[in-house]
């Protein structure tokens, strides 16, 4: 049962409200310079559309969204023509537009925290699955279309 929920709350979006309290604990929520508080906000509207449109292109190709299930489809539209990682990348955004408009500066350094944990816990072993389920055409896309942007 516990590994369960290990593996139910092993998954990005838990991950990044992980990281969005912690960032919250480390410092108040008084930001240093208000007029980046907009520009925050931009980073996580920048990021809820961008997960939204990478949404739309995995239903267009029918395949799973959800990390760690097969995927039954290569999906190289959309966000996906100029990144491999659109929904990590929407990640980072918000969690970058949140330390920013929070005046989250000291805290700032958990985007980099996630990055790597987005990394490790999921990126690599999801490229790996993809090349061994989607052969040549995934190593075709890999090749023109870089990991981030």
Do not use: C
């Not at 990281?19 to 980046?36: C, D, I, R």
């Not at 040549?136 to 942007?149: G, H, S, T």
């Amino acid at each position: 049962m516990i590994s369960g929920v290990i593996k139910w709350i092993d998954i990005p979006p838990v991950w990044l409200i992980g990281f969005m309290v912690l960032a919250s604990a480390t410092t108040g929520f008084e930001p240093l310079w208000p007029e980046l508080i907009w520009f925050g906000r931009l980073l996580i509207l920048l990021g809820i559309f961008l997960i939204l449109w990478a949404a739309l292109a995995f239903r267009r190709a029918r395949t799973t969204i959800i990390p760690k299930q097969r995927p039954s489809a290569l999906v190289d539209s959309g966000p996906f023509k100029y990144s491999r990682n659109p929904i990590y990348l929407a990640d980072l955004l918000i969690l970058a537009g949140w330390s920013i408009s929070h005046g989250l500066t000291v805290a700032s350094g958990a985007t980099f925290a996630l990055l790597f944990v987005l990394e490790w816990r999921f990126i690599r072993k999801e490229e790996d699955v993809l090349e061994a389920d989607l052969g040549q055409p995934y190593l075709d896309y890999k090749a023109r279309v870089r990991r981030w942007i």
